[in-house]
T-cell receptor
Framework: GAGVSQTPSNKVTEKGKYVELRCDPI?????LYWYRQSLGQGPEFLIY????????DSGLPNDRFFAVRPEGSVSTLKIQRTERGDSAVYLC????????????????FGPGTRLTVL | AQSVTQLGSHVSVSEGALVLLRCNYS??????LFWYVQYPNQGLQLLLK??????LVKGINGFEAEFKKSETSFHLTKPSAHMSDAAEYFC???????????FGSGTRLLVRP
């Protein structure tokens, strides 16, 4: 079956522009996560969706970043007024169920979108 | 506060040699620990995980890791390296009431022929 897919694979934009990054999770997965991976670093959590709602957005760096998941499947990460410091690989992951201590489902990661802000 | 530290951003071994990638953690609650591998232009793939129970965990591709609470460590090992093991490896922690995985900065494994 298909894994997590992300589009585009690469995005180059100019400082100040708006970008949207898309994530298609594995079919049937209710939990969806966004992470950001800067050069030479591990992924850093941005936001977690359970169904359509953002259960935890504590990792979003500021109000230029926003994410939606209107139908509980596909998610879009939106970045307004991009800055050079936003350049990174944005990773999406999904899991079958919510992250519960008594039953922690594996997170499956997509290949990422490499965002370059010039 | 929770954190993960991976010692050595690069590790180089000869093909057939022992692989040892180090991971230390800090957590105020019993941690769940993970090792992921990332090949170029591919997503992170779970190698193995420790939640509860047996402290020696076996994963895919011949890798294993041992949870040592007294040393706050979860080092990844493989008895004999293959060329195909060359990749970046990430240790990750999940432990408190939040929903996020906390990753280390990664170790790039180079395998020399």
């Amino acid at each position: 079956g298909a894994g997590v897919s992300q589009t585009p694979s690469n995005k180059v934009t100019e400082k100040g522009k708006y970008v949207e990054l898309r994530c298609d999770p594995i079919s049937g997965h209710t939990a969806l996560y966004w992470y950001r991976q800067s050069l030479g670093q591990g992924p850093e959590f941005l936001i977690y969706f359970q169904g359509t709602g953002a259960a935890d957005d504590s990792g979003l760096p500021n109000d230029r970043f926003f994410a939606v998941r209107p139908e509980g499947s596909v998610s879009t990460l939106k970045i307004q007024r991009t800055e050079r410091g936003d350049s990174a690989v944005y990773l999406c992951a999904s899991s079958f169920g919510p992250p519960l201590r008594e039953n922690l489902d594996e997170q499956f990661f997509g290949p990422g979108t490499r965002l370059t802000v010039l | 506060a929770q954190s993960v530290t991976q010692l050595g951003s690069h590790v180089s071994v000869s093909e057939g040699a022992l692989v040892l990638l180090r991971c230390n953690y800090s957590s105020s609650v019993p941690p769940y620990l993970f090792w992921y591998v990332q090949y170029p232009n591919q997503g992170l793939q779970l190698l193995l995980k420790y939640t509860t129970g047996a402290t020696l965990v076996k994963g895919i591709n011949g890798f294993e890791a041992e949870f040592k609470k007294s040393e706050t460590s979860f080092h990844l090992t493989k008895p004999s390296a293959h060329m195909s093991d060359a990749a970046e490896y990430f240790c990750a922690l999940w432990g408190d009431s939040s929903y996020k995985l906390i990753f280390g900065s990664g170790t790039r494994l180079l395998v020399r022929p």
